[in-house]
């Protein structure tokens, strides 16, 4: 579908893949990872054994304000929102890590519902959705126009065909075209519906080594993991 003028989105399975006539390489400014890299060193993480940014190597930070104190989290979070990133702490390293990535491993039937009760077995996967009015219809990203000599923009993404009236506006401080913003408000908006349902599954310490950030299929659907839990029992959730 149309996601702007020039630009094209295909939805594949669970991912949104998106097409541009226009160039979209702009080398301006330095790169993500060196940007989130030098946050964390504020933070108090040591840039060459506490954090992991080299999956943000490839994007580019043309300009970014931080007007005020605040929590290194926050200012993160800013960027994540622009990049589509997560963060993960793994082996007591801090990974930055993109979103889009290809699965690492199919969670077979036979690997699910591990319980300690043979009694009390848990479902295979149990799907928690949320209601369209919990669900934003429009997003609103408003930013520093690059080509308006940095001053703020503001570019919607509409979701017409949806049962809610609810907004979202995302003040990011962070240098975009219109094009740009246009496109960073439209994954907003696709991310938002695509994670509309939550999974919950139970499995053992065969996939112990999965992570929060990782990607998997488990009951026949593509997902991220956002969280984990293990059980004295050594029963994953």
Same mark, same amino acid.
């Given at each position: +579908?149309?996601? &702007?003028?020039?630009?094209?989105?295909?939805v594949?399975?669970d991912?949104?893949a998106?097409?541009?006539?226009?160039?979209?390489?702009?080398? &301006?400014?330095?790169?993500?990872?060196?940007?989130?890299?030098?946050?964390?060193v504020?933070? &108090?993480?040591?840039p060459h054994? !506490?954090?992991?940014v080299?999956?943000?190597?490839?994007?580019?930070?043309? &300009?970014?304000? #931080?007007?005020?104190?605040?929590?290194?989290?926050?200012? @993160?979070?800013?960027l994540?929102?622009r +990049?589509?990133?997560d963060? @993960?702490?793994?082996?007591? @390293?801090?990974?930055?890590?993109?979103?889009?990535?290809?699965?690492? %491993?199919?969670?077979a039937?036979?690997?699910?519902?591990?319980?300690?009760?043979?009694?009390?077995?848990?479902?295979?996967?149990?799907?928690?959705?949320?209601? !369209?009015?919990d669900?934003?219809?429009?997003?609103?990203?408003?930013?520093?126009?690059?080509?308006?000599? +940095?001053?703020?923009?503001?570019?919607?993404?509409?979701?017409?065909?949806?049962?809610?009236?609810?907004?979202?506006?995302m003040?990011?401080? #962070?240098a975009?075209?219109a094009?740009?913003?246009?496109?960073?408000?439209?994954?907003?908006?696709?991310?938002? /519906?695509?994670?509309?349902?939550?999974?919950? /599954?139970?499995?053992?310490?065969k996939? @112990? +080594?999965?992570?929060?950030?990782? %990607?998997? #299929?488990?009951?026949?659907?593509? %997902?991220?993991?956002?969280?984990?839990?293990?059980?004295?029992?050594?029963? #994953?959730?």
């Amino acid at each position: +579908y149309v996601l &702007g003028e020039g630009l094209c989105g295909v939805v594949t399975v669970d991912r949104l893949a998106v097409i541009s006539r226009f160039p979209t390489f702009d080398p &301006g400014g330095p790169r993500l990872s060196d940007v989130v890299s030098d946050l964390s060193v504020r933070a &108090g993480l040591d840039p060459h054994n !506490e954090i992991d940014v080299e999956d943000l190597v490839h994007d580019f930070v043309p &300009g970014y304000v #931080i007007s005020s104190q605040g929590p290194v989290r926050t200012a @993160v979070g800013q960027l994540q929102a622009r +990049y589509a990133f997560d963060a @993960v702490e793994s082996d007591n @390293v801090v990974k930055f890590v993109k979103r889009g990535r290809e699965p690492v %491993v199919t969670i077979a039937a036979d690997d699910l519902a591990a319980s300690t009760d043979a009694q009390s077995l848990p479902a295979l996967v149990d799907t928690v959705r949320k209601q !369209e009015v919990d669900l934003p219809r429009k997003v609103t990203v408003k930013y520093m126009d690059r080509d308006s000599d +940095y001053q703020q923009g503001s570019q919607p993404a509409i979701r017409n065909i949806a049962d809610t009236e609810m907004e979202m506006t995302m003040d990011l401080a #962070i240098a975009m075209t219109a094009r740009e913003a246009k496109l960073a408000a439209e994954v907003m908006l696709f991310d938002a /519906w695509l994670g509309r349902e939550q999974l919950t /599954w139970h499995t053992s310490r065969k996939f @112990v +080594y999965l992570e929060p950030t990782d %990607v998997i #299929i488990v009951g026949g659907r593509e %997902v991220r993991i956002t969280s984990k839990d293990e059980s004295p029992a050594g029963v #994953i959730k």
